[in-house]
C-alpha cells in the first residue's frame, strides 16, 4: 500500500501527469499571454491558401511557400495573392462561374418577406448583445470559401481554384 503523500508528490511533476500544471513557458512568455493572442485581428474574409513548395516562373520570379490569403478583383480577372497585407503575385483567370440560383430566390415576394422577418431578427438578437458587450452578428460570418492548388502535369502548370460565396474563379500559373 502507498502512503498519500507519495502519490501527491508523484502527481506534482509536469513528466508524469496527462496536462501540465501551469501554461508552457516560450522565450519567458506564457502562450497566450502575448498581444497576438489578446489583440488579434478578424480573420480575412478571402479564402486561405496554403503553398507547400516554392513556385518559380520562367522569369525567375518565386512565390516561396506559406499560407496565403487569395483574393478575387473587382472586374473578375484576376486572382490576387496577399500575404501580410502584401499583393505577392497576380494570376489570370481563365474561368469565372457565378451561382445565379440565389438571385431567383430573391426575386420570389414569399422569399422578401421570409428576408425581412429574418433580418428583424438579427437586429434583435444584435441589440441583446450589444447590451451584453458583444460584437453583433454579421452576414459576412456564414460565407462559404475554399482555395486550392494543384500542380497539372500534361501542361506543366499549377491550376488554383478560388471559390467564395456564389462565385468560383479559376486561374493558372505556368511552373
Not at 496527462?18 to 489583440?39: C, R, W
Not at 473578375?76 to 495573392?81: E, G
Amino acid at each position: 500500500m502507498f502512503e498519500g503523500a507519495f502519490v501527491d508528490n508523484i502527481m506534482m511533476h509536469s513528466e508524469t501527469r496527462a496536462y501540465p500544471v501551469e501554461p508552457q513557458i516560450t522565450a519567458g512568455l506564457i502562450v497566450g499571454s502575448q498581444s497576438f493572442y489578446k489583440y488579434s485581428l478578424r480573420e480575412s474574409t478571402y479564402p486561405t491558401l496554403s503553398l507547400v513548395d516554392e513556385i518559380k516562373d520562367e522569369f525567375g520570379n518565386v512565390i516561396p511557400p506559406g499560407h496565403y490569403e487569395l483574393a478575387l478583383s473587382d472586374e473578375k480577372d484576376f486572382l490576387i495573392l496577399i500575404q501580410s497585407k502584401i499583393a505577392i503575385a497576380i494570376i489570370p483567370v481563365f474561368k469565372v462561374e457565378i451561382d445565379m440560383s440565389e438571385y431567383e430566390i430573391v426575386k420570389d415576394k414569399k422569399a422578401l418577406k421570409r428576408e425581412k422577418k429574418e433580418q428583424k431578427e438579427i437586429e434583435k438578437t444584435n441589440k441583446k448583445r450589444a447590451k451584453q458587450g458583444m460584437p453583433p452578428i454579421t452576414e459576412e460570418d456564414d460565407i462559404y470559401q475554399e482555395a486550392s492548388i494543384e500542380y497539372i502535369e500534361s501542361g506543366s502548370y499549377y491550376l488554383i481554384r478560388y471559390e467564395r460565396a456564389d462565385v468560383k474563379a479559376w486561374g493558372a500559373i505556368k511552373g
